[in-house]
């Protein structure tokens, strides 16, 4: 099963040179609307997942595996071969930054795990979605965006 947009809303298009891409509304939505499922392959093994990092890092390819808590489980989902999928070239903004527009939940259906953004608030067309990654650390968050 896959969560799909009535028809194509969002566009993914270039930030600034740091960032790179991000994803912008090409409709207005309403808080609490779902938007984007975080598309990929499903790792129930967070060490192979790790190993699959290191590896997209020597092949000098990006990595879009997003990793996540589920009833006291880690698991994650790669997205990295999944390059038609926008849900992951969605953005980080922290919680509570006024460029947090959505939220990632899990989604449960038929036991398998869906990570899906929702409108954390009314979001206008050509507003940017972004998301709490939920890792204190990153590196950007210290700069200035
Ligand atoms: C899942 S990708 C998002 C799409 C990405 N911007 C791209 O063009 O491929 C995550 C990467 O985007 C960049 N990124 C996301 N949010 C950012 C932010 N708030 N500031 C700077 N870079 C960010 C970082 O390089 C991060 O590793």
């Known amino acids: 099963m896959e969560f ?33 499922e975080y598309k990929g392959d499903l790792i129930t093994r967070v060490k192979h997942a ?3 990092e290191k590896e997209y890092e020597k092949e ?3 990595s879009f595996i997003y990793f996540f808590k589920y ?3 880690s698991c994650c989902t790669d997205a990295t071969n ?5 849900g992951r070239m969605i953005n980080d903004a922290e919680n509570g930054d006024a460029k947090q527009y959505c939220v990632m939940k899990i989604v449960e259906v038929n036991q398998t795990l869906h990570l899906c953004t929702f409108a954390d608030r009314d979001i206008a067309i050509g ?6 990654y939920g890792v204190p ?3 950007w968050r210290k700069a200035t965006q």
């Open 50 to 52: 790790r190993q699959l």
């Open 82 to 86: 999944d390059i038609f999928h926008e």
């Open 127 to 132: 507003e940017e979605l972004r998301y709490d």
């Open 71 to 73: 009833r006291d489980k």
């Open 137 to 139: 650390t990153l590196p």
């Open 4 to 36: 799909r947009a009535k028809k194509r809303i969002k566009l993914s298009k270039t930030v600034n040179d740091v960032i790179g891409e991000g994803v912008f509304a090409t409709k207005p939505f309403k808080k609490g609307d779902f938007l984007l």
């Open 60 to 62: 000098g390819q990006g």
